[in-house]
């Protein structure tokens, strides 16, 4: 019997060359930008850089690294030109896959190039707070801290999900965002009380609140691009 965890997807008729993919997810945010590529690699090597982003920008407010950030800049401009890649074939591929998939697929790339936009304005927080010495409180660096821990998760479960196309780990990804999306509303209060009863620096506040905004819309992102896996098992 057919295991109903596993959903068919409309990318592995286009990618014969995936399952060595998988062997090397450590190694594909490596992978420079190249239209020799199926959509499904390419979006595979899209968020393996998303990936190396968030741990680059995970421990970046408590300690910078200039090097590192230096490395994220690359990343950032490799997810924006795969982006253009990979719709590009996409739109090749249109009518192999059929109209609704294609409508819902053909958003993939922008999403996770839109991810991408939010870590270099993340990269940007800090390093304006590396260059003019802004302080965040500690209880800050701890909510930050566990925040990028999720958001790291749930950008390896939604390459895995493209992956092994299993619809449990799916619904991981939507417990995890509404999670995330709870405890980026209670960093939003805390910081205001700790602004209220003086343990913020007034500097640090915008930049902070930036940094949430940013995440908050990484998960919206990560989110959809969820949900249209989501649609994609059902249609199958």
Same mark, same amino acid.
């Given at each position: 019997?057919?295991?109903?965890?596993?959903?068919?997807?409309?990318?592995?008729?286009?990618?014969?060359?995936?399952?060595?993919?998988?062997?090397?997810?450590?190694?594909?945010?490596?992978?420079?930008?190249?239209?020799?590529?199926?959509?499904?690699?390419?979006?595979?090597?899209?968020?393996?850089?998303?990936?190396?982003?968030?741990?680059? !920008? @995970?421990?970046? $407010? /408590?300690?910078?690294? #200039?090097?590192?950030?230096?490395?994220? &800049?690359? %990343?950032?401009?490799?997810?924006?030109?795969?982006?253009?890649?990979?719709?590009?074939?996409?739109?090749?591929?249109?009518?192999?896959?059929?109209?609704?998939?294609?409508?819902?697929?053909?958003?993939?790339?922008?999403?996770?190039?839109?991810?991408?936009?939010?870590f270099q304005n993340i990269?940007?927080?800090?390093?304006?707070?590396?260059?003019?010495?802004?302080?965040?409180?500690?209880?800050?660096?701890?909510? !930050? @801290?566990?925040? $990028? /821990?999720?958001?790291? #998760?749930?950008?390896?479960?939604?390459? &895995?999900? %493209?992956?092994?196309?299993?619809?449990?780990?799916?619904?991981?990804?939507k417990s995890q965002r509404?999670?995330?999306?709870?405890?980026?509303?209670?960093?939003?209060?805390?910081?205001?009380?700790?602004?209220?009863?003086?343990?913020?620096?007034?500097?640090?506040?915008?930049?902070?609140?930036?940094?949430?905004?940013?995440?908050?819309?990484?998960?919206?992102?990560?989110?959809?691009?969820?949900?249209?896996?989501?649609?994609?098992?059902?249609? /199958?």
């Open positions: 019997m057919k295991d109903q965890r596993i959903f068919a997807s409309p990318f592995r008729m286009m990618s014969p060359r995936l399952d060595a993919e998988a062997d090397r997810f450590k190694d594909l945010h490596e992978v420079s930008v190249s239209e020799d590529h199926t959509p499904e690699e390419g979006m595979l090597i899209m968020i393996s850089k998303l990936v190396e982003m968030c741990k680059i !920008l @995970s421990p970046s $407010f /408590a300690a910078p690294d #200039e090097e590192k950030l230096a490395q994220c &800049d690359r %990343l950032a401009e490799e997810v924006h030109k795969w982006e253009g890649a990979v719709t590009k074939n996409l739109m090749a591929a249109q009518s192999t896959i059929g109209q609704n998939l294609f409508r819902l697929v053909v958003r993939f790339p922008v999403r996770l190039e839109r991810i991408g936009d939010m990269l940007t927080c800090a390093r304006l707070k590396a260059r003019d010495g802004i302080p965040f409180s500690d209880k800050g660096l701890e909510e !930050l @801290s566990a925040i $990028f /821990a999720i958001v790291l #998760e749930m950008l390896t479960n939604v390459r &895995d999900a %493209l992956m092994i196309r299993n619809k449990t780990l799916l619904g991981h990804v509404d999670k995330l999306s709870h405890m980026l509303l209670e960093a939003r209060f805390a910081h205001w009380e700790r602004l209220e009863a003086g343990f913020c620096a007034p500097q640090a506040s915008s930049l902070y609140l930036d940094i949430l905004d940013s995440l908050t819309g990484t998960n919206e992102y990560l989110g959809k691009i969820c949900d249209s896996l989501v649609a994609i098992a059902d249609e /199958a």
